[in-house]
């Protein structure tokens, strides 16, 4: 049990001393002070040196254990240490949102039993963890995937897309699809483009710490992603998470323009070469541009396929261009470059590109640079490549460019139609060119 | 000729009707208002229905034309528009200073008679195009390439390498190494690990818009990077930037700690997970950390080869693992994985890591989140990631990372001396842990 709950050293000497397990209640005596509660794992960015036990009120607290610190068993864990309380009443008055769950940290609640996670969006579990949700809409939650984020693939893009129409086309006011972080930016591109003439918000939503630690954004980030989902008016797909290390708000960022830019802070995502669409601040619903989709009577129009041979490829010095060879060589229909600086690759691989493009794949310029705007027109070295047939995307994420290009030619297998596709405004992915 | 001169549509147009060519002395008459200089190529992020003439006064302006500006040739250009004023006397009595050009935008200046871009290193070039230098430092200039920095190789790391070192031990007091901004943070992290136990500051300067243009950075940055060379109390490899937008300060970043971070702004480099080192301001080199290894006596140990099979593999959804099969076959030593969030990639490519690994590649990992730490504990996947061999790097940059593992593995060919040595502090590439 010891090895799965994070203690280490000394700690975890001193709580194998008293002899308790995870879920146990337990009693620490330090300094004259006593506190009891349920063990629980260990957070794993949390201070090595600290036992953290549930409280009855519900609430977590780290007690820093010493050489003086005493620790006894009171009760073995025989059941869950935390029970939810039972659901609040549903209010069917309210407006209906759609939650769907894909998996990740947010969609996770620890058993302190037995130390494992199982996944908690059911809509019963989700009102027991976040009452205030059933003030806020009629939730309907369901459980699409239970995967970790890295899983995640373009095949099940499509079945969240497809999932997310068919919520859409039952009369939703809105979408909420509870993701993990590592690729929530991807998955929130995938959607922009899979999903066209939105008529309602379709928001993404994840945190960065578990519900069951106390610096925990899930609850927050999950309450923004709902309000904007009843409340906001614009149409498109965007990512909910917390804008700065306070709880004061929730930033909802543009899912073409989006990036997780932090492994651990709870403000990871940050809007690139753009504003983020809005923010959520008590309860209300902020709009931070003026150029975005409204919210609308359309008519959802889904486009779900994603052509996977397609290739993201950072260039560095020492970068073999055989591994473009290789590709071509594989079949595949499309790469998209992240060069240097304003969308360069060494001279030297050149010939592979070319080669590239003499073999029907695309080619696209990002930049590794992430802020600014790719420029191939300033160096001689850019016009050849442009000269190519290399396409220049403007400010567009390298991230962003990887899903559009796979959903363009997911769509057509001619090629100047995929082009025009591929330069077209479709989601805000380019945005309108800026003096310096 | 108006190919090159970056002019274009109804401008161009204007300029052909009046028969003027680059370097040609002309006169434009617009709103009652007369302007005359020499013509001059348009700046690539210029206002494009401007034409810029450099005045008599050496400045340079933008005229906006319309159809009513009238443009006329007053004079052919026979010469070069802009002759150098003759470079001061230097002053012995200063303390010495190597600049070593490799190339790019601050290197280069344009012969406004034939559009075309030269070196301008050569010391007396300098003083005359930044006379300021002569008050800081007895300069010795040499230019060692004159390359766009996207062709910038492995090899010539060890090239600039041994000219640093031969230069140190010369006994100068500081070299600055005049570089392409687009891979300057590359040749930073190598120059990091090949220049062992310095004795003074090696200052990397690059420039984002060129010396003949109004907004340039070249002077400045170079001004602060001969400032940091002399007088720095560090003896590090970083480099030296404009801090914001306004001219007021120049950063300087620790050399395996920044990141090119915008494609066209003059504050384009940030150190990331860092505390940049110091920054110039009115002359002072102010130290802005107080970690940082002392400048002194120390004989210098030049360690000068770099591993060219070694590559940067960024993971993302869809990702082919067959990618790294292909290089295990090529031979290559080793993979610096850019993982997603804290250090993952998808459970589908643990197979292809595992056979890396099998076949005695060193694989580590790092996050495309840039900032933050890699931590591979907090999930099983992660955990199964390090049983396999795969070595964490915590809050090292990818491109860091692949440079890093590129000199390890020019250094021994011991996988024990190797994995010591990637994962040793060697240059403050790895930060000492924060708490959240």
Redesign the interface.
Known sequence: MFEDSGYKGSVKRILEGAKVQIGDIIRIVKDGHVYEGNLIPRA??G?EKCVVIKLKSGYNIGVRVDGKTKIFKIKEGEKPAFIPPPPPETKPELKRVAIISTGGTIASRVDYRTGGVRPALTASDLYSVVPELSEIASVEAEILFSI???????ER?SVIAETVARKIKSGVSGVVVPH????MA??AAALSFALQNLPVPVILVGSQRSSDRP?SDAALNLIGAVRAAVDAPFAEVAVAMHETTSDQSIVIHRGTKVR??????RY?FRSINASPLAKVENGEVIMLTDEYRRRGESELVLKKN?E?R???I???????P??ID??VD?GYRGIVL???????????CFKAVKRAIDNGLMVAMT?????????M???D?GRDLIKMGVLPLEDMLP?TA?VKM?WVLGQTSDPEEAKALLLRNLAYEFSPRT??
Chains 1, 2 share one sequence.
């Open positions: 794993e960015f201070d970790l984020s890295e899983n995640m693939t373009p893009w993990g972080t590592d690729t991807y998955t610096s997780k830019c932090h492994t651990s802070a990871a994603f996977d397609v290739a993201l950072k260039f560095y010095p020492g970068f073999n055989q591994i290789f590709l594989e992240e060069g240097t600086g304003l969308g360069h690759v060494g001279a030297y930049s590794q640079c992430l802020w600014g705007r790719v420029n027109n300033v160096y070295t991230e990887l796979m003096l310096p």
